[in-house]
């Protein structure tokens, strides 16, 4: 059986840390979609990290990491993230990345860049990282393969064809400089020496580690909500962020993803722009929060950006959760909360004078106000607590609410940011 880590949110619900501790006990992990537009921040005995690319289980001597087909692959900072880490004394990781995954170009994140700025006001909030112009590429059959490196006449040949549709917009869009054609090969033939040592046929690798019983653990990037398809669309990411599509980002068969751990935070936070309707609008509430909150404070781990802050989001989470398939939630960041007074969760969504529990489209989600229920917090700290009983029974009934709201039982509860600051239940 294969295990998904997945979010049920905007992202930055603390999957980083959940995948670092279920890849204990996998043999393999794979980054299934996303690129470098996401950070997963991890606290182990090496340090501290921010991972962008890598999959977050690098830092086991006995897994093989790997980058699936799916995935937005950003050979530079692959690179650099392996230094990174190595650097810091972390064993040469297993790394292997697929044949079949696509290549971030360096006019992909130009284009990201120069869209943010013709739009200004009206921005998605874009990390800059060339996500939504490459996803643009591979589906309008564009895009590069990490294989198509090795043939070089092939690639000229694709690169000139591209360069004449991209030119027309840099002049007549964007106002900038046209692409060079030599100057992209150079630096393919740069791409080509760095990604090398680590291509494989990960299709047929994950095939014959699955034929002997090997542990697969498929690392998601981003959280439901930031779904092209079931997202707050238009601002969401551009590939899926749904466990499904483990099995096409990885290519291996759906039914064998039979655990699907959906990681829940237990406040709300989002990083750019986009619908949240239990946004705290109190701002010094919401810097309190947000300064006491994560490891060091809600910051993109990619973009550094001060996270946008919200109480817990019953209609949302339950909707994630869903849309995610979710098997079991692991509870995150429980151990913030312990200075407050009272918890407000909003468990509804007035719309148009009426109450509804389901999470609606974007259209009417903009009209959405909060319905809350509050709780009475803990007033304590719990960190360093490990069973269940021995949490303060308001906290337990603030997971206990949480639980039977989302309709999905939950497993595991975070409260701290190092690898074993855990509670199994």
């Given at each position: 059986?294969?295990?998904?880590?997945?979010?049920?949110?905007?992202?930055?619900?603390?999957?980083?840390?959940?995948?670092?501790?279920?890849?204990?006990?996998?043999?393999?992990?794979?980054?299934?979609?996303?690129?470098?537009n996401a950070g997963h921040t991890i606290v182990n005995d090496y340090g501290k990290f921010a991972l962008h690319i890598l999959p977050s289980g690098v830092f086991y001597d006995h897994t093989t990491s790997i980058i699936g087909n799916g995935v937005a692959l950003n050979i530079p900072e692959l690179v650099k993230e392996i230094r990174e880490i190595t650097d810091k004394g972390v064993p040469m990781p297993k790394i292997k990345v697929s044949d079949?995954?696509?290549?971030?170009?360096?006019?992909?994140i130009l284009f990201d860049e120069y869209e943010e700025e013709r739009l200004a006001g009206k921005s998605f909030g874009s990390t800059k990282s060339g996500i939504a112009p490459f996803y643009s590429d591979k589906y309008a059959k564009i895009g590069i393969q990490v294989s198509e490196l090795f043939d070089e006449a092939e690639l000229r040949e694709k690169l000139e064809g591209i360069a004449v549709k991209k030119n027309i917009l840099l002049e007549h869009l964007y106002h900038k400089p046209a692409l060079d054609v030599d100057e992209l090969m150079q630096t393919m033939s740069e791409y080509k020496k760095m990604i090398e040592p680590y291509v494989c046929d990960v299709g047929t690798f994950l095939f014959n580690a699955r034929k002997e019983g090997k542990r697969i653990l498929l690392e998601g990037q981003l959280g439901s909500?930031?779904?092209?398809?079931?997202?707050?669309?238009?601002?969401?990411?551009?590939?899926?962020?749904?466990?499904?599509?483990?099995?096409?980002?990885?290519?291996?068969?759906?039914?064998?993803?039979?655990?699907?751990?959906?990681?829940?935070?237990?406040?709300?936070?989002?990083?750019?722009?986009?619908?949240f309707v239990s946004?705290?609008?109190?701002?010094?509430?919401?810097d309190e929060l947000r300064r006491r909150g994560g490891d060091g404070g809600e910051y993109g781990a990619t973009t550094g950006r001060?996270?946008?802050?919200?109480?817990?989001?019953?209609?949302?989470?339950r909707y994630g959760c869903r849309v995610q398939g979710a098997t079991e939630v692991a509870l995150t960041v429980l151990d913030v909360l312990g200075y407050l007074d009272e918890l407000p969760i909003c468990v509804g969504y007035e719309i148009d004078g009426k109450v509804t529990r389901d999470f609606p489209t974007t259209n009417l989600?903009?009209?959405?106000?909060?319905?809350?229920?509050?709780?009475?917090?803990?007033?304590?700290?719990?960190?360093?607590?490990?069973?269940?009983?021995?949490?303060?029974?308001?906290?337990?009934?603030?997971?206990?609410?949480?639980?039977?709201?989302?309709?999905?039982?939950?497993?595991?509860?975070?409260?701290?940011?190092?690898r074993h600051d855990i509670i199994y239940r």
């Amino acid at each position: 059986m294969i295990t998904a880590v997945v979010g049920a949110n905007w992202g930055d619900e603390g999957k980083g840390k959940i995948t670092d501790m279920l890849g204990e006990e996998s043999d393999i992990i794979v980054r299934f979609q996303g690129g470098a537009n996401a950070g997963h921040t991890i606290v182990n005995d090496y340090g501290k990290f921010a991972l962008h690319i890598l999959p977050s289980g690098v830092f086991y001597d006995h897994t093989t990491s790997i980058i699936g087909n799916g995935v937005a692959l950003n050979i530079p900072e692959l690179v650099k993230e392996i230094r990174e880490i190595t650097d810091k004394g972390v064993p040469m990781p297993k790394i292997k990345v697929s044949d079949r995954a696509q290549i971030v170009m360096p006019y992909h994140i130009l284009f990201d860049e120069y869209e943010e700025e013709r739009l200004a006001g009206k921005s998605f909030g874009s990390t800059k990282s060339g996500i939504a112009p490459f996803y643009s590429d591979k589906y309008a059959k564009i895009g590069i393969q990490v294989s198509e490196l090795f043939d070089e006449a092939e690639l000229r040949e694709k690169l000139e064809g591209i360069a004449v549709k991209k030119n027309i917009l840099l002049e007549h869009l964007y106002h900038k400089p046209a692409l060079d054609v030599d100057e992209l090969m150079q630096t393919m033939s740069e791409y080509k020496k760095m990604i090398e040592p680590y291509v494989c046929d990960v299709g047929t690798f994950l095939f014959n580690a699955r034929k002997e019983g090997k542990r697969i653990l498929l690392e998601g990037q981003l959280g439901s909500l930031k779904d092209p398809d079931h997202g707050i669309y238009p601002m969401v990411t551009s590939s899926s962020t749904l466990a499904g599509y483990g099995a096409i980002g990885a290519g291996v068969p759906p039914y064998e993803i039979g655990r699907i751990v959906t990681v829940v935070k237990a406040y709300s936070s989002a990083v750019g722009a986009g619908e949240f309707v239990s946004e705290i609008e109190d701002e010094a509430e919401a810097d309190e929060l947000r300064r006491r909150g994560g490891d060091g404070g809600e910051y993109g781990a990619t973009t550094g950006r001060p996270r946008r802050m919200g109480w817990f989001d019953a209609v949302a989470s339950r909707y994630g959760c869903r849309v995610q398939g979710a098997t079991e939630v692991a509870l995150t960041v429980l151990d913030v909360l312990g200075y407050l007074d009272e918890l407000p969760i909003c468990v509804g969504y007035e719309i148009d004078g009426k109450v509804t529990r389901d999470f609606p489209t974007t259209n009417l989600l903009k009209k959405a106000k909060p319905v809350y229920e509050t709780l009475p917090g803990w007033k304590c700290d719990i960190d360093g607590i490990r069973e269940y009983d021995k949490l303060p029974e308001n906290c337990r009934k603030y997971i206990e609410f949480i639980e039977k709201e989302l309709e999905v039982p939950i497993k595991m509860v975070s409260n701290g940011p190092g690898r074993h600051d855990i509670i199994y239940r």
